[in-house]
């Protein structure tokens, strides 16, 4: 199952950087992308990069790999590959996600090219 690939994700040593420089100057960006197993939604720090938040539910299907699939070709690689900036499990149902026990939820940075 896709969900248990995420479950191991390492999270990227200039997190913390990442993160602050996000918190001072983010905005969103376009609406999110939702199914009724996953969010995904991006922040923009203008002269720095997006963050791109992905929430999953343990019962993701075959909708929820596909918005995956629409990410990993944005970004131009595997998710697993990216720039993780936090990630978090959790263990209780998500409340917008039906049918989920858990849900996990990471963010993917990319920085912006010149």
């Known amino acids: 199952m896709v969900f248990e690939t995420f479950e191991g994700v390492k ?6 950087e990442i993160l602050a420089a996000f918190a001072q100057c ?12 996953s969010g995904i939604v991006t922040a923009t720090a203008v002269g720095y990069g997006e963050i791109t938040t992905v929430t999953l539910g343990n019962n993701m299907g075959a909708a929820e790999q596909q918005q995956l699939a629409l990410l990993a070709e944005r970004t131009g690689r595997p ?4 720039v993780i900036v936090y990630s978090d499990i959790c263990e ?6 039906k049918g989920s026990t858990s849900f996990i939820q990471f963010g993917i940075f990319q920085e912006e090219s010149a």
């Open 11 to 16: 999270v990227h040593v200039r997190a913390t």
């Open 26 to 37: 983010e905005q969103w960006s376009g609406r999110p992308a939702e199914t009724t197993a």
């Open 79 to 82: 998710l697993q590959d990216c």
């Open 92 to 97: 209780w149902p998500h409340p917008r996600m």
